[in-house]
């Protein structure tokens, strides 16, 4: 089985510029999660999909980024324009069944790097 | 909202010992605690859970323990070795119908010494 896969792997911008990420979770996963994890430190969620409809962005920077995901498979993160305090390692995760504890599993992430 | 806080934040163990992490959370609502394993340029990988109905779990050399009432959960690892070497974070969430939110842990890096 495929697992959660993330590009670009690495991304390097100049402050001010755009930049997007792409996620295509495990085949069947309607749950879909976005984190960032910060240099030494644990991830924190972003925003999170149950099918097609965000359910928790609460923590989503909603004046620079912005997240989509059309016809409830793969999903898109965006910022825009990028800051330098934005540079961080951005994890997609997906599960299977929403509202229950199953297992949340990682991609590999992207790195993005401000200049 | 969830607090979960985890020590050490560095941990250096001799090969074949045993290793202890320690996570304390802050509400008393969460249920769900599990435990990842991030390698470096990857992503976390869950390698041990507890729900809040068990008192202990285990999984080779992996266990780990569970106190509600001191709002305390720790992870285990007998028997070290150097694939063992990684970050580990710890999480915990209140399991909700449509609601699940890991808080997550600062992490743990543990350096296995052959």
């Known amino acids: 089985e495929a697992g959660v896969v993330q590009s670009p792997r690495y991304k390097i911008i100049e402050k001010k510029q755009p930049v997007a990420f792409w996620c295509n979770p495990i085949?069947?996963?309607?749950?879909l999660y976005w984190y960032l994890q910060n240099l030494g430190q644990g991830p924190e969620l972003l925003i999170r999909?149950?099918?097609?409809?965000?359910?928790?962005d609460s923590q989503l920077p909603k004046d620079r980024f912005s997240a989509e995901r059309l016809k409830g498979v793969d999903s898109t993160l965006k910022i825009q324009p990028a800051e330098l305090g934005d540079s961080a390692v951005y994890l997609c995760?997906?599960?299977?069944?929403?509202?229950?504890?199953?297992?949340?599993?990682f991609g590999p992430g992207t790195r993005l790097t401000v200049l | 909202g969830e607090n979960v806080e985890q020590h050490p934040s560095t941990l250096s163990v001799q090969e074949g010992d045993s290793a202890v992490i320690k996570c304390t959370y802050s509400?008393?609502?969460?249920?769900?605690f599990p435990w990842y394993k991030q390698e470096l340029g990857k992503g976390p990988q869950l390698i041990i859970d507890?729900?809040?109905?068990?008192g202990e779990k285990k999984d080779q050399r992996i266990a780990v323990t569970l106190n509600k009432t001191a709002k305390h959960f720790s992870l285990h690892i007998t028997e070290t070795q150097p694939e063992d070497s990684a970050v580990y974070f710890c999480?915990?969430?209140?399991?909700?119908?449509?609601?699940?939110?890991?808080?997550f842990g600062q992490g743990t890096r543990l350096t296995i010494n052959p």
């Open positions: 995760a997906s599960s299977s069944q929403a509202g229950t504890t199953d297992t949340q599993y």
């Open positions: 085949s069947g996963h309607n749950t």
């Open positions: 999909y149950e099918n097609e409809e965000a359910v928790d």
């Open positions: 509400d008393s609502a969460s249920n769900y």
């Open positions: 507890i729900r809040s109905n068990v």
């Open positions: 999480a915990a969430t209140r399991a909700l119908w449509g609601a699940q939110k890991l808080v």
